[in-house]
Structure formats: structure tokens, C-alpha cells
């Protein structure tokens, strides 16, 4: 269960709520893959796109997180 940050009461005229406060942050880390920028694809080391089989240079690369199987959502620099 997440740690209390904060308790008290909230008071609207008559009335008053307890109220708890938790932090909103999680400690697990978030990884991204590298894909190629035209397909979407998930590059392979030496940067190999399976789906257009052919070797992909750094400038079409884009960083992008897998929310189900094959399926991403793209960042680009200033969104990291």
C-alpha cells in the first residue's frame, strides 16, 4: 500500500472530510526501443529493420514505447 505524505481535514462551512495525500510517483523505470523512423519497427543490432530488411542509418531512428505487442508510441528529443 502507497505511504500517507500528508493527512488533515478539509472544511467547507459545517462540514469536514478527512483527507489523505500520496505520492504520485512510481519507482519502476521506463525503457524505450529504438525503431526505425518509416515503419515503426524494432531495430536489431547491427541497426537491421526486420520489416524493410535492410540496415538503418542513426538518422532514422526514433525512440518509442511499447504499450502492447507491437505497438508503440513514438518521442521525439523534446519530449524526453
Known sequence: MATTVW?????????SMPVRMF??????RISF???????????????????CNRN???SEIVKGYEYEKDQY?????EEL
Open 33 to 51: 526501443n529504438q525503431l526505425h523512423k518509416e515503419c515503426h519497427s524494432r531495430l536489431k543490432q547491427p541497426l537491421f529493420c526486420p520489416v
Open 7 to 15: 493527512k488533515g481535514h478539509l472544511t467547507f462551512g459545517l462540514i
Open 23 to 28: 505520492a504520485a510517483a512510481r519507482g519502476e
Open 73 to 77: 508510441v513514438l518521442f521525439n528529443e
Open 56 to 58: 538503418v542509418e542513426r
